[in-house]
């Protein structure tokens, strides 16, 4: 077998530093839970840059791989939403794909996969707002 990888595939394999990262939302792909239940929103994007210095080191790498909100449970969307400025109350209705396009901070750190247990990049449910970059 001959495998061709592309950038992604190079990127994502890509350990970061630990950190808080500027990352850009490019797309949300909707799909049916594995019990067909609900519906889970990935959410698909990049590294722009370390949040905290600047550094373009990881600029392109993906996100953490199982970045998902799902249709029952509302409140994972909630920290995003807060990162770029909207503040969801009681019977407010949101659509994931309102997030596409957007820029905020995730805190992106490593951890083992449990079904492989390599280490990879992962997602820790930290969001905030865009700041100015300090210089270091």
Do not use: C, H
């Not at 210095?53 to 953490?64: K, N, W």
């Not at 992962?122 to 100015?132: H, N, V, Y």
């Amino acid at each position: 077998m001959i495998v061709e990888f592309s950038e992604s595939d190079v990127l994502g394999s890509k350990l970061v530093t630990p950190g808080w990262y500027e990352v850009l939302v490019e797309r949300i792909e909707d799909k049916a839970s594995s019990d067909g239940k609900s519906i889970n929103a990935w959410i698909k994007g990049k590294i722009v840059k370390n949040a905290d210095t600047g550094s373009t080191d990881f600029q392109g790498v993906p996100t953490p791989f199982n970045w998902l909100i799902n249709s029952k449970a509302a409140f994972g969307l909630t920290p995003i939403l807060r990162a770029i400025g909207i503040e969801p109350k009681p019977g407010d209705r949101a659509d994931v794909e309102a997030i596409a396009g957007k820029r905020f901070e995730m805190f992106i750190g490593n951890g083992i996969n449990p079904k492989n247990q390599q280490m990879q990049n992962i997602q820790t449910g930290q969001f905030r707002p865009l700041r100015e970059t300090v210089s270091s």
